[in-house]
Nanobody
C-alpha cells in the first residue's frame, strides 16, 4: 500500500520554525529514497531535502543550514525541521519517495503525498 500523508504546515512569522511530518506506509517508507519538495505559486517544483536508506542527506542551497531532514524508523515517519524561516520559503511542501538509490534533489520520485501549505509572513 502506498501512502504518504504530510502534516505540520501552517502560518509563521519570518524567523520562526515549523516541523513537517510525513506518515508513510511500511511499503513506502522502505523505499530507497525519501525527500521533501516544495512548490510556490507560479514557480516550478523544487527539491528541498532528501535522505536515502543509509541516512545520507542532501539539501537545496536555499535551505542548507536552516532545514534538517530526518527519519523515524519506529514510526515510519519522515520529518523536515525548518528553522529561520523566510517569506521565500512559502510554498506547498510535498513528501515523496523513490525506488532509486540515487536520491538527488533532481531524481524522479515514484510516490507523492498531497502536500501541506507553509506560509511565512514578513
Amino acid at each position: 500500500q502506498v501512502q504518504l500523508a504530510e502534516s505540520g504546515g501552517g502560518s509563521v512569522q519570518a524567523g520562526g520554525s515549523l516541523r513537517l511530518s510525513c506518515a508513510a506506509s511500511a511499503y513506502t517508507y522502505s523505499r530507497n529514497c525519501m525527500a521533501w519538495f516544495r512548490q510556490a505559486p507560479g514557480k516550478e517544483r523544487e527539491g528541498v531535502a532528501s535522505i536515502n536508506k543509509y541516512a545520507l542527506t542532501r539539501y537545496g542551497d536555499s535551505v542548507k543550514d536552516r532545514f534538517t531532514i530526518s527519519k523515524d524508523n519506529a514510526n515510519n515517519a519522515l520529518y523536515l525541521q525548518m528553522n529561520s524561516l523566510k517569506p521565500e520559503d512559502t510554498a506547498v511542501y510535498y513528501c515523496a519517495a523513490a525506488d532509486s538509490l540515487l536520491c538527488t534533489l533532481q531524481a524522479s520520485m515514484n510516490y507523492w503525498g498531497q502536500g501541506t501549505q507553509v506560509t511565512v509572513s514578513s
